[in-house]
């Protein structure tokens, strides 16, 4: 375990060591997760999920789509699904 500290403008230090071992180089990016209850955890790269949602979010607001609106289609889209795959006929 190692301990950083929270400098001005809120620059982090990792120390020496763990950016040996990881190959860590300045300008690598990283997703700050937020676990709750204080837990943080830092994960190298960006996101994949949040960049799914950042784009759809974009979607919808260019196609004017409310988050009720996308919520029940995706509900209408998933029971449609399962009627397709586990319902015998």
């Not at 300008?27 to 990283?30: I, K, P, W």
């Not at 999920?49 to 799914?52: G, N, S, T, W």
């Not at 996308?70 to 509900?75: F, G, Q």
């Given at each position: 375990m190692a301990t950083i500290q929270i400098r001005g403008k809120g620059n982090l230090t990792?120390?020496?060591r763990v950016?040996?071992?990881y190959g860590l180089a300045e300008?690598?990016?990283?997703s700050l997760i937020d676990l709750g209850e204080g837990c943080l955890l830092l994960a190298r790269g960006v996101s994949q999920?949040?960049?799914?949602g950042d784009r759809v979010?974009?979607?919808?607001?260019?196609e004017?789509?409310?988050e009720a609106e996308?919520?029940?289609?995706?509900?209408e889209e998933r029971e449609r699904f399962y009627r397709e795959r586990y319902v015998k006929r």
């Open positions: 990792i120390p020496a950016r040996k071992k300008g690598d990016l990283f999920v949040e960049k799914f979010a974009q979607i919808m607001a260019h004017n789509v409310s996308m919520l029940k289609a995706l509900e």
